[in-house]
């Protein structure tokens, strides 16, 4: 359990690294991209695999803490939130559910019998709708702290005047 907690942390920390080299931040946003990345997939792990959580409310938490991480660290760092944010996040986006809702799709199309085209838009309903809930939760767990919290989220662009 250990080693996949690692691992978990890992990946998600090497894919942030990548999805942030997309944008071209500066070069200090790439460790604290990676640390928030590792951060929120782990908590999503933990949720699900120790506290027996769905995907969709263990998906809403780790975006939670990502975007209260990522703009309690913007203004420290001087780098908005979004540059954090947007690539800790990827990492979580749920592709196989994407994937199996295409191909649910396309085999539902397919099949000629009535029982197999229910079994398949069955599976097409599920998985798509999973999808769909993972990704609205991630939207509205990474952004709710950004209004929650404008002050400090707004800090890391403002220029500071000695007036």
């Avoid at 080693?3 to 946003?29: C, T």
Wanted: charged share 10%; with cysteine.
């Amino acid at each position: 359990m250990l080693v996949e907690f690692l691992q978990d942390a890992l990946f998600a920390a090497i894919a942030a690294i990548g999805f942030s080299a997309i944008s071209n931040p500066p070069r200090r946003a790439y460790l604290f991209c990676a640390v928030i990345a590792a951060v929120g997939h782990s908590v999503r792990f933990l949720l699900m695999d120790c506290a027996g959580w769905h995907i969709v409310p263990a998906s809403a938490s780790a975006s939670l803490l990502i975007g209260v991480l990522a703009v309690l660290i913007s203004p420290k760092t001087r780098i908005p939130a979004e540059t954090y944010l947007y690539p800790s996040l990827l990492p979580m986006i749920p592709g196989i559910y994407a994937y199996r809702t295409f191909g649910a799709l396309v085999m539902c199309l397919y099949r000629g019998t009535e029982d197999s085209f229910l079994h398949y838009f069955y599976l097409f309903a599920q998985n798509g709708m999973t999808c769909f809930f993972i990704l609205l939760a991630m939207v509205v767990g990474a952004t709710l702290p950004m209004f929650l919290l404008p002050k400090i989220s707004f800090q890391a662009t403002r220029q500071k005047t000695n007036s």
